[in-house]
């Protein structure tokens, strides 16, 4: 069974940098489109990006476009998400899920099956 696991999470000021991390065990990462997605106090879990299994295809929330990167080592058994220039409305716990087949939905969270269990990212002075 696949399972997921996030880190990279943490405080930065606004302005600042975060590469994000999603590890996979238990199944080859190569099969499967990985989403990330965040969530906030009381709001939905959102998409926030996604990437084919091989990295070919990629597709971002307009909230990130131009600040986050989307990319993935299946030697790794990894997929990253780079965010530059975070705000504090950035402020989530992030997760990654994972999906067999990649689609124009795949900011979607029920798209996935395969959730980690998330890391926090505060962006705050």
């Known amino acids: 069974q696949l399972q997921l696991v996030e880190s990279g999470g943490g405080l930065v000021q606004p302005g600042g940098s975060l590469r994000l991390s999603c590890t996979a065990s238990g199944s080859t990462l190569d099969y499967y489109a990985i989403g990330w997605f965040r969530q906030a106090p009381g709001k939905e879990r959102e998409g926030v990006s996604c990437i084919s299994s091989h990295g070919f295809s990629t597709n971002y929330a307009d909230s990130v476009k131009g600040r986050f990167t989307i990319s993935r080592d299946n030697a790794k058994n990894t997929v990253y998400l780079q965010m530059n220039s975070l705000k504090p409305e950035d402020t989530a716990v992030y997760y990654c899920?994972?999906?067999?087949?990649?689609?124009?939905?795949?900011?979607?969270?029920?798209?996935?099956?395969?959730w980690g269990q998330g890391t926090q990212v505060t962006v705050s002075s």
């Open positions: 899920a994972a999906r067999i087949l990649y689609s124009s939905a795949c900011l979607r969270p029920v798209y996935y099956n395969d």
